[in-house]
C-alpha cells in the first residue's frame, strides 16, 4: 500500500461522513439527471467516453455475460449495458432508494436485469463471485482501496473490473482552487438551493492504476478523458480517469 493512499483513507476530518453522503445523494436523486447539474452531467459524458474507450471490456461483457453494476446512480452506463446484455444477467445495484426509482422504468422491458439495493461492499459481498464483469462509473463516493480489496476477494481469475472516477488534478482545480472546500468532498447545490455534501475520492489515471496494482488487480487498460468544450469562466475543464482491470491473483 503506497503513502499516497494511506494518508488519503480513512477521510480526514472535514470529509463528509458515510451516511451524510448516502443521504445526500438520496435527496439529490429526484433532480440529479436534470440540467441544473451541470458539472455531474460534464462528468457523466466524460464516464460514458471512457466506456466506450474500454474496447476490451466490450468484448468481456459479449464472452463472459455476467455484469454486476456499482452505484448506477440514475443509469448513465446502465443504458450502455442493457443493449449488450443479450445473453447473461445484469445485476444493477445502488443504495439510494431513489436512484432505484429512476432506474426502475429503464429497465423493465428488460429480463435478465435485477435491481437491488446496496451499497458496493454490499453488492460484491453477494452478487460478486459470479460476476464476469464488474462496473462503477463516476465510483468517488465509494472507491477506497478496502472496496477493491473486497472486490479482489470475491471476483474470479477472469472478471473484470471497470471504474471510472472525476480526476484528482480536476478535484484540485475546482474544490480546493475554485470552491475551497476539501478535495476529498463533493457539493451539490439542490435546486431549493439546500446544499449537500458527499464524499469523493479522486484519481489522476496514474493513481488509479496504481490503486488497482497495490490491491490485487493487473491494470489491461487506462484513460484520462478531458471535456474539450467546458462551459469556460473559472471552471476547469472536467476530467474523468478511469481504469479496467483484472485479479492479479485468485480471490476466494
Ligand atoms: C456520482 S453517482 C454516479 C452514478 C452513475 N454510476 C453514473 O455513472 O452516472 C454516484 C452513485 O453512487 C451511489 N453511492 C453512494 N455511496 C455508495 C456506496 N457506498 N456504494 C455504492 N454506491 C454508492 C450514489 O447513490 C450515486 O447513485
Redesign the pocket.
Known amino acids: 500500500m503506497s503513502s499516497t493512499y494511506t494518508q488519503r483513507h480513512p477521510p480526514h476530518t472535514g470529509t463528509p461522513s458515510?451516511e451524510e453522503?448516502?443521504a445526500t445523494?438520496?435527496r439529490l436523486?429526484p433532480e440529479?439527471a436534470g440540467p441544473a447539474h451541470a458539472t455531474?452531467r460534464a462528468?457523466?459524458r466524460l464516464?460514458i467516453e471512457a466506456y466506450r474507450h474500454a474496447q476490451p471490456l466490450a468484448r468481456a461483457a459479449r464472452d463472459r455475460p455476467d455484469v454486476l453494476?456499482?452505484?448506477?446512480?440514475?443509469?448513465?452506463?446502465t443504458a450502455l449495458l442493457l443493449p449488450e446484455q443479450a445473453r447473461g444477467r445484469l445485476l444493477v445495484?445502488?443504495?439510494?432508494p431513489g436512484?432505484l426509482a429512476r432506474l426502475r422504468p429503464l429497465l423493465v422491458e428488460h429480463e435478465r436485469v435485477d435491481l437491488r439495493q446496496?451499497?458496493?461492499?454490499v453488492?460484491l459481498q453477494e452478487g460478486g463471485g459470479d460476476a464476469d464483469v464488474v462496473i462503477?462509473?463516476?465510483?468517488?463516493?465509494?472507491l477506497t482501496p478496502e472496496l477493491l480489496r473486497t472486490a479482489l476477494a470475491r471476483l474470479h481469475q477472469d472478471s473484470v473490473l471497470f471504474v471510472?472516477v472525476p480526476s484528482r488534478s480536476w478535484a484540485l482545480a475546482e474544490r480546493e482552487g475554485r470552491l475551497h472546500i476539501p478535495l476529498e468532498s463533493t457539493r451539490f447545490r439542490l435546486l431549493d438551493g439546500t446544499e449537500l455534501r458527499?464524499t469523493s475520492w479522486t484519481y489522476d489515471e496514474d493513481e488509479l492504476e496504481k490503486l488497482c496494482a497495490d490491491c490485487g488487480f493487473l491494470p489491461i487498460e487506462a484513460g484520462t478523458c478531458t471535456d474539450d468544450s467546458p462551459a469556460g469562466g473559472e471552471e476547469p475543464a472536467a476530467e474523468v480517469a478511469w481504469v479496467l482491470a483484472k485479479p492479479r491473483v485468485a480471490g476466494v
Do not use: K, V
Not at 445495484?93 to 439510494?96: K, Q, Y
Not at 446496496?118 to 461492499?121: F, H, L, N, Y
Open positions: 458515510r453522503s448516502l445523494y438520496e436523486a440529479y455531474t462528468l457523466e464516464s453494476e456499482l452505484g448506477a446512480g440514475a443509469g448513465a452506463l445495484t445502488d443504495p439510494a436512484m446496496a451499497t458496493a461492499d453488492a462503477a462509473g463516476l465510483a468517488d463516493p465509494f471510472t458527499a
